[in-house]
Nanobody
Framework: QVQLVESGGGLVQPGGSLRLSCAASESIFGFRTMSWHRQAPGKERELVAGITIGRSANYADPVKGRFTISRDNGKNTVYLQMNSLRPEDTAVYYC??????????WGKGTLVTVSS
């Protein structure tokens, strides 16, 4: 069973930065896409950013220009660099890995709180 472990969440002031990490228990070459999603209280889970095995990235409109997704294949880790954080970015952030077969795996999430 694939395990995805997120880390790097925490409390940050508006305008601050955080870097989230998602460490996979196996080579991420086995996944067509790695992505970050988030779920705020009372809201549905939404896609934040995704990156393909070819390093093509896509972002949700609210985070474009502020967040950057990257992958380190040697460390089996995907990162989400979050800059210029806003209170509306407060959510639990989840890592997702999707195989070419469309099978998906989820981490347990890491909480990001943006507040003064």
């Amino acid at each position: 069973q694939v395990q995805l472990v997120e880390s790097g969440g925490g409390l940050v002031q508006p305008g601050g930065s955080l870097r989230l990490s998602c460490a996979a228990s196996e080579s991420i070459f086995g996944f067509r896409t790695m992505s970050w999603h988030r779920q705020a209280p009372g809201k549905e889970r939404e896609l934040v950013a995704g990156i393909t095995i070819g390093r093509s990235a896509n972002y949700a409109d609210p985070v474009k220009g502020r967040f950057t997704i990257s992958r380190d294949n040697g460390k089996n880790t995907v990162y989400l660099q979050m800059n210029s954080l806003r209170p509306e970015d407060t959510a639990v952030y989840y890592c997702n890995a999707e195989r070419a077969s469309a099978r998906k795996y989820w981490g347990k999430g890491t909480l990001v709180t943006v507040s003064s």
